[in-house]
Nanobody
Framework: QVQLVESGGGLVQAGGSLRLSCATS????????MGWFRQAPGKEREFVAA????????YYVDSVKGRFTISRDNAKNTVYLQMNSLKPEDTAFYYC??????????????????WGQGTQVTVSS
């Protein structure tokens, strides 16, 4: 069983930055795509960003393009989400996820096999 553990969430003022990390217990996530999703109260979980196994390909939801950057360090089995220029609407619980590249579309929650417990991000205005 692969365990994913997120960290780095917190409270920040609008315009500020946070860096989320997701560490995995697996020795390797070879062939796995890594993604970040978020869920605000009363809303469905939504795709934020994803990165391919090699790190060569990244994907973002339109609302975070130019502000968020996803990256991974396969040697450390860790994926990151650098969030800049944060807005109050970015407030949500953020989840890390891992799924085989062959599972399906990167933006679909069902394409991911493993999920972390999440970390809260709160952006004050």
């Amino acid at each position: 069983q692969v365990q994913l553990v997120e960290s780095g969430g917190g409270l920040v003022q609008a315009g500020g930055s946070l860096r989320l990390s997701c560490a995995t217990s697996a020795r390797t996530l070879s062939g796995y795509r890594m993604g970040w999703f978020r869920q605000a109260p009363g809303k469905e979980r939504e795709f934020v960003a994803a990165v391919s196994w090699s790190g060569d390909y990244t994907y973002y939801v339109d609302s975070v393009k130019g502000r968020f950057t996803i990256s991974r360090d396969n040697a450390k089995n860790t994926v990151y989400l650098q969030m800049n220029s944060l807005k109050p609407e970015d407030t949500a619980f953020y989840y890390c996820a891992a799924g085989l590249m062959s599972n399906g579309e990167y933006f679909y929650t069902g394409s991911y096999d493993y999920w972390g417990q999440g970390t809260q991000v709160t952006v004050s205005s």
